[in-house]
DNA sequence: CAAATAGCTTGCATATTGCAAGTTATTGTG
DNA sequence: CACAATAACTTGCAATATGCAAGCTATTTG
């Protein structure tokens, strides 16, 4: 244990380049993590279905989103072929690489909401070994390679 | 494998109650989770100290946040009995549990962001064995209770 | 080629943030 | 015990971001 370098200032040199301040502007809003739980963990990829989720994101702050994570290559926009009138956005390699940040806001969620639905015994096992969950949503989008 | 259930949906029930969006709600802005970057990584818990942090937060920002973050237990606040010109905010252990999120976030940052100063050596450590980081941190903060 | 649908864009009111300056509380000094 | 210094805010205002409603554009379907 005692290899480890503690402080994460350390791995920064200076803050300037702290790879957390680096994430969270890329991200680090509200309405980014929302649509990207969507795409991850709720199966959506179309324009209407992040309208429609409870959390009622409007149609502007949708298409400038969708468009930062596409110039940030989190996201690609493609025609969906059985129905030209839609486009499917879906994750990158990049993208997949935050599902394990999804998991812990999930995992803080569901421990300190007082409200929470999340099944106790699911939580549990995600938890308990979250290295599972994060490579079942791998082989779901495995077709991804760029 | 199968035996996880692979669909954060699911253990929701429905969005408004999804822990993942509770979260964001709390300190899913640019500058709370900088504070507890602060906080938890850099050592740092006076207010002049946080607002010494390169990124440049104003003071009516961070004197919000410091409040919001107390309001949820997730920080609390003493006089210095040093020198009681001063306060000492310190990370409650609903902090603490913060620090795999923050850990993720540096983890992805320190891979995408083509300028990072994180030296690969010490993301590789923490990439391997996060738990030991996380240890490491709690050791850290050992005395808090609350 | 007209209606329907999906995916935006625009305008404007409201909310949040950033910056500079001022205020309060406590401390150390004469 | 006045008085300057320090730390921690608070306030006012300009700039920016967000939310909402309406309108516009591209594609498909009849």
Redesign the pocket.
């Known amino acids: 244990m005692q290899a480890i370098c503690y402080n994460l200032f350390a791995m920064c040199g200076e803050e300037k380049n702290c790879p957390i301040f680096y994430s969270l502007e890329i991200f680090g ?3 980014s993590l929302l649509i990207l739980r969507d795409i991850l963990h709720f199966d959506k990829n ?4 992040f ?1 429609g989720s409870d959390e ?9 989103r ?2 930062k994570l596409e110039k940030e290559g989190i996201i690609s ?1 493609h ?2 072929p059985d ?7 879906s994750p990158t390699k990049k993208c997949l690489d935050l599902v394990p940040i999804i998991i812990e806001l999930a995992v803080w969620g569901a421990k300190y909401d007082p409200d929470t639905k999340a099944p106790p015994e699911e939580m549990a096992k995600i938890r308990k070994n979250r290295k599972d969950y994060i490579d079942s949503i791998r082989t779901k989008f495995k077709s991804i390679d760029d």
């Open positions: 809003d509200r309405w179309r324009y209407t279905e309208l009622g994101i409007s149609t502007n702050i949708l298409s400038d969708l468009k926009k025609r969906d129905n030209k009138k839609q486009f499917i956005y």
